[in-house]
């Protein structure tokens, strides 16, 4: 089994930045890549970026391209998601997530393809 554990959500006032953080622990050796997907109210999980398990290849939602940055650390075995450029529509709750298939990472946009999850953190963005 793979525990995450999501950190950095908050408040931020559009145009403004926050960074996101995932601890992973336990089996974390299993995993290939891991990606953050996001919830707002009423609507479906979406996909919003994913990194190979060495960290060299991302891939990222029209949305969030230019503006969001995903990287992980594997000797400290956390996952980052780093948000400059807010804006109102990226209120969500964010989760991360973890994978044990190995798929070239522009397939794994469907949260189906992941076993693992954190529990959210909730990113608000004012206007």
């Known amino acids: 089994q793979v525990q995450l554990v999501e950190s950095g959500g908050g408040l931020a006032q559009a145009g403004g930045s926050l960074r996101l953080s995932c601890a992973a622990s336990?089996?974390?050796?299993?995993?290939?890549?891991m990606g953050w997907f996001r919830q707002a109210p009423g609507k479906e999980r979406e996909f919003v970026a994913v990194?190979?398990?060495?960290?060299?290849?991302?891939y990222y939602a029209d949305s969030v391209k230019g503006r969001f940055t995903i990287s992980r650390d594997n000797a400290k075995n956390t996952l980052y998601l780093q948000m400059n450029s807010l804006k109102p529509e990226d209120t969500a709750v964010y989760y991360c997530?973890?994978?044990?298939?190995?798929?070239?990472?522009?397939?794994?946009?469907?949260?189906?393809?992941?076993?693992?999850w954190g529990q959210g953190t909730q990113v608000t963005v004012s206007s």
């Open positions: 997530a973890a994978s044990t298939r190995v798929y070239q990472i522009i397939e794994m946009t469907s949260f189906q393809l992941y076993e693992y």
């Open positions: 990194i190979s398990k060495a960290g060299a290849s991302t």
């Open positions: 336990g089996r974390t050796r299993s995993t290939a890549v």
